[in-house]
């Protein structure tokens, strides 16, 4: 009886053990990825935080050139402006950036998704309610995809020179 409870002990310091290596190494790896990839930037507004991702460095240099650089960072133009939107979007956002990044499988030149679109589209209406006011009947969400957007007509105003989506 006393042989079969120390062996019991044993599998399961063996298996305790086992579990606390595995969880340390994915822990590490975690955080030397994190590190790697300098994750702590993308927890600011700083837009210089966009281009830790090569593709995204025309993006950066053309919103440089563009006259909305004086006045709009990337979060102020992609990001929701409520809580919990907000954290939400960046969440799903960096995870989907990761992913495509780490796997390769974002379309080149990269292209900006619907639900980010419409993400645009509100923040865009909201920064020049004093001027679009008149153009529209009402203030609301635009939760269409067949909505002609801003862009389609003010593209180069945030990213001069970029291709405009359709």
Not at 129 to 138: C, E, G, K, Y
């Amino acid at each position: 009886m006393a042989t079969v409870n120390r062996r019991q002990r044993r599998i399961v310091t063996g298996l305790g053990l086992l579990l606390a290596v595995m969880v340390g190494i994915l822990f590490g790896a975690g955080m030397f990825t994190f590190r790697y990839a300098e994750g702590h930037s993308y927890f600011s507004t700083d837009p210089t935080s966009c281009i830790n991702c090569h593709v995204m460095e025309p993006h950066y240099d053309s919103w440089l050139q563009s006259s909305h650089s004086n006045v709009a960072t990337c979060v102020d133009c992609h990001l929701p402006h409520d809580f919990p939107r907000d954290i939400i979007a960046k969440a799903d956002n960096g995870f989907n950036h990761s992913w495509d990044f780490t796997f390769q499988s974002f379309h080149e030149p990269i292209q900006i998704k619907p639900r980010n679109a419409r993400i645009l589209q509100n923040n865009c209406i909201r920064c020049h309610s004093d001027m679009v006011d008149t153009m529209l009947a009402h203030h609301e969400p635009i939760h269409r995809d067949d909505t002609i957007s801003c862009v389609q007509c003010h593209g180069g105003v945030g990213h001069t020179d970029l291709p405009r989506p359709h």
